[in-house]
Nanobody, 113 residues
Framework: QVQLVESGGGLVQAGGSLRLSCVIS????????MAWYRQAPEKQREWLTG???????NYADSVKGRATVSRDNARNTIHLQLDNLKPDDTAVYYC???????WGHGVQVTVSA
């Protein structure tokens, strides 16, 4: 059974940075494409970034230039570095193994003005 546990969120001032982590269990990630999403209050879940098996990544316009996704296949972990955070980035952030319809609990990111 695939499980995902996100961490690294918190409260940060605008302009600050956070590094989110996601530990995956139940499947080795080296053969899978991975992604990060977020969901702000009263909004639909939003795709942010995907990273394929060779490490190539792409980003949504909302975070392009401010986000960097990475993967550590040896630790079955992916990361999301968020820089120059804005209040609009306030949301619950989720990682996902693209193939599986499984979500973790997410991690809260709150950015104060």
């Amino acid at each position: 059974q695939v499980q995902l546990v996100e961490s690294g969120g918190g409260l940060v001032q605008a302009g600050g940075s956070l590094r989110l982590s996601c530990v995956i269990s139940g499947t080795p990630i080296f053969g899978h494409h991975m992604a990060w999403y977020r969901q702000a209050p009263e909004k639909q879940r939003e795709w942010l970034t995907g990273i394929i098996t060779d490490g190539t990544a792409n980003y949504a316009d909302s975070v392009k230039g401010r986000a960097t996704v990475s993967r550590d296949n040896a630790r079955n972990t992916i990361h999301l570095q968020l820089d120059n955070l804005k209040p609009d980035d306030t949301a619950v952030y989720y990682c996902k193994v693209t193939k599986y319809p499984v979500w973790g609990h997410g991690v809260q990111v709150t950015v104060s003005a």
